[in-house]
């Protein structure tokens, strides 16, 4: 068996474990990094129950350089060649940004910006014959949101950091797609959360199977964004026509009237 | 006095039998997902010295192999009666942490689990196991290469299908430990009110199940034929199929033994 692995990034939440599984159905070999061992544990343990491929675990916190520098070497010591990463790991608060406690929103800016970027950087010098790299952005990420300040402007980034790195690297058969998803239903309180958005939060919901397969062709494809579900393409077709001075008052205005509705489950999630 | 073991215990159908049985004081350990279920369902009882609850999320597979150990030291074992009665129905593709859709898990694989946990004591007793089906089992299939329904999901369609693994299941069982003198059955409860559908559900499925559901039949009612098998005379010809007390034939595709076998294999797979 080669030793091309696909790495996952966040593989014990729900959509890692969607990635993961649909991936080692395909017949790759999986490393899973995430930062609960036990958790690791746990999905390894099933996986290894139904298929042959290999499964490796590293438990990494992606905000800590040293740590990262480890997983790497770990990947290089254990002969690792990356063909695809998939990296999930990212952090979602909403809240007011003079609201948020200094630590949360260092720590999601660490997390979705400086651990994204660390991780992408060093999987460049492991990879294969070839790089497909997926990474978790927002359909956030095209709109300026109030409330949802520092996470908007981190998923922005990484749709501007695809689109840039498709190009700088177009010889070097190394490709990044962004996934621009809305709400993901992954746990019952992330569904409470998107009904309490109303009807526009319930007609953006879109399974995570079928999220998880698309992508994976678009991946393949080698398309640079995906944004899932009609309903959001649509919303964001139309939100390209109002000027985005005018965009954020629609969506504070709008945002306001969500948040008195959830204002008694405002956590902070760790995706 | 027999001992009986019944998961869903803290709500629905699952407590009516509860209820039942309390009343007839036999041993009963009652299952619900969490400690405060439990508590709420035990103090409701008034809290009778025969009962003994315990919580197990039957979506997780740790859960159940950690308090299975629990149950078997309670009932020292030997088990008369085990009934299976929790579900769950799912509007969303979700997961446990094992990567296993949780409708599947929760509603079938868990049944299969906690089944074979328990197996050896059954024997012990030459037991019974009950299992709560449905009639939307019929006109439906099994796709092997796809039982979590990752390609086709939606929210009856996986309900069905978990509902034909329970009939599926109960054959199969029948097949391979009737000779054994155990024997288990598929109860339909047909329309019942409870809130199943209204749990993990949003929007229109909610209302319309709440709306359904409130021409069904109580629980109280409903119970009384869980009671029936378990009191009247074992009926050991097939089919293992009961609706309102009486038998009936399941789907023709749930009664196939190479179905049976395909399934149990499965299942044998995803919780070794």
Redesign the interface.
């Known amino acids: 068996m080669s030793n091309n692995f696909v790495m996952v990034v966040g593989a014990?939440g729900?959509l890692g474990?969607?990635y993961?599984?649909?991936l080692i159905e395909k017949g790759y070999n999986i490393l899973l990094v995430a930062r609960d061992k036990s958790?690791l544990k746990?999905?390894k343990?099933?996986?290894l129950?139904?298929y042959k491929q290999k499964v490796l675990t590293y438990s990494c916190d992606i905000t800590d350089n040293q740590e990262v520098i480890n997983l790497f070497k770990f990947i290089e010591e254990n002969n690792i060649k990356l063909s695809k990463l998939i990296h999930i790991a990212g952090i979602e608060i909403e809240d007011w940004f003079k609201d948020t406690s200094h630590d949360d929103i260092l720590g999601l800016a660490n997390t979705n910006v400086i651990g994204t970027t660390n991780i992408i950087h060093r999987a460049l010098e492991v990879k294969g014959e070839s790089l497909d790299i997926l990474v978790m952005s927002s359909l956030a990420g095209f709109f300026p949101m109030p409330m949802k300040a520092v996470y908007s402007a981190s998923k922005r980034y990484i749709i501007e950091l695809a689109r840039t790195l498709n190009y700088e690297l177009k010889g070097e058969s190394t490709h990044i797609l962004a996934v621009c998803a809305n709400g993901m239903?992954?746990?019952?309180d992330i569904?409470e959360k998107l009904?309490s958005q109303g009807v526009f939060g319930?007609l953006s919901?879109v399974?995570?199977?079928?999220v998880v397969?698309i992508s994976l062709k678009k991946l393949n494809k080698r398309t640079t964004i995906y944004v899932p579900g009609r309903f959001n393409r649509i919303l964001l077709g139309f939100s390209k026509l109002i000027p985005r001075s005018i965009l954020v008052k629609i969506l504070g205005r709008r945002w306001k009237k969500a948040w008195q509705k959830i204002e008694a489950n405002k956590k902070v999630r760790k995706i | 006095m027999k001992n009986i073991v019944i998961t869903g215990a803290t709500s629905g159908i699952g407590l009516a039998i509860v209820k039942a049985l309390v009343e007839k004081e036999e041993n009963v350990i009652a299952i619900g997902m969490n400690q405060v279920d439990c508590d709420t369902a035990y103090n409701s009882l008034q809290r009778p010295k025969s009962l003994r609850y315990i919580p197990i999320d039957l979506s997780s597979n740790q859960q159940i192999d950690n308090q299975s150990k629990l149950i078997l030291e309670h009932f020292e074992e030997k088990i008369d009666v085990l009934i299976h009665c929790a579900a769950t129905v799912r509007q969303y593709f979700m997961t446990n942490k094992e990567g296993y859709e949780l409708q599947f898990q929760v509603n079938y694989l868990a049944i299969f689990h906690l089944t074979r946990n328990l197996l050896e004591a059954i024997k012990n007793s030459k037991g019974m196991v009950i299992a709560t089906s449905s009639r939307v089992h019929r006109r439906t299939k099994l796709y092997f290469d796809d039982l979590m329904n990752r390609k086709r999901y939606f929210i009856l369609n996986v309900y069905r299908k978990t509902k034909l693994c329970i009939a599926i299941f109960i054959h199969q069982f029948n097949r391979l430990f009737m000779d054994k003198d155990l024997i288990g059955y598929a109860v339909d409860p047909g329309l019942v009110n409870t809130t199943i559908g209204a749990q993990n559900t949003t929007g229109f499925f909610n209302k319309f199940w709440q709306f359904r559901s409130s021409f069904g039949q109580t629980p109280k009612v409903v119970a009384t034929y869980y009671l029936k098998l378990i009191y009247e005379k074992r009926i050991t010809t097939a089919p293992y199929y009961y609706k309102y007390g009486k038998q009936l034939k399941p789907s023709a595709y749930s009664r196939r033994a190479d179905i049976g076998k395909l399934l149990w294999k499965a299942s044998e797979e995803y919780v070794k």
Do not use: H, M, Y
Request: proline share 7%.
């Open positions: 014990t729900g474990r969607e993961s599984i649909q958790n746990t999905f343990d099933s996986l129950k139904k239903p992954t746990r019952p569904v009904k319930r919901i399974n995570i199977s079928k397969r």
